[in-house]
């Protein structure tokens, strides 16, 4: 079985580009069908966040998602992208994405 058939949520992807000279702003790029949910306190650990909430993401390999990028979920939560990983081998080819809150 494919890890495709838990890719149930929709989630935008906003990307920070250059309107005019010194002008930017984030521009959705895309909407990706994808399963989130909470990342462990062990892996948040792993990576070094250690006050911010974390998520993992998992999309299709072909989801055009870099590290800075807002991911907003159905509810209009925001999540920054943190982390990017292809996983292709096997049955299950994915990108995992590590998401967290943006600090205010």
């Given at each position: 079985?494919?890890?495709?058939?838990?890719f149930t949520?929709?989630?935008?992807?906003?990307?920070?580009?250059?309107l005019?000279g010194?002008?930017?702003a984030?521009?959705?790029?895309?909407?990706?069908?994808?399963?989130?949910?909470?990342?462990s306190?062990?892996?948040?650990?792993?990576?070094?966040i250690l006050?911010?909430?974390?998520?993992?993401l998992?999309?299709d390999t072909?989801?055009?998602?870099?590290?800075?990028?807002?991911?907003?979920?159905?509810?209009?939560?925001?999540?920054?992208?943190r982390?990017?990983?292809k996983?292709?081998?096997?049955?299950?080819?994915?990108?995992?994405?590590i998401?967290e809150?943006?600090?205010?």
């Open positions: 079985m494919s890890i495709h058939r838990f949520k929709a989630v935008i992807i906003r990307r920070l580009r250059t005019t010194r002008k930017k984030f521009q959705s790029t895309a909407t990706v069908y994808s399963h989130i949910q909470s990342l306190r062990e892996a948040r650990q792993r990576l070094g006050e911010e909430r974390a998520w993992i998992w999309t072909e989801s055009n998602i870099n590290e800075g990028d807002l991911a907003i979920d159905e509810y209009n939560k925001e999540y920054k992208v982390e990017v990983t996983k292709d081998y096997g049955v299950n080819q994915h990108l995992e994405v998401l809150e943006p600090s205010n």
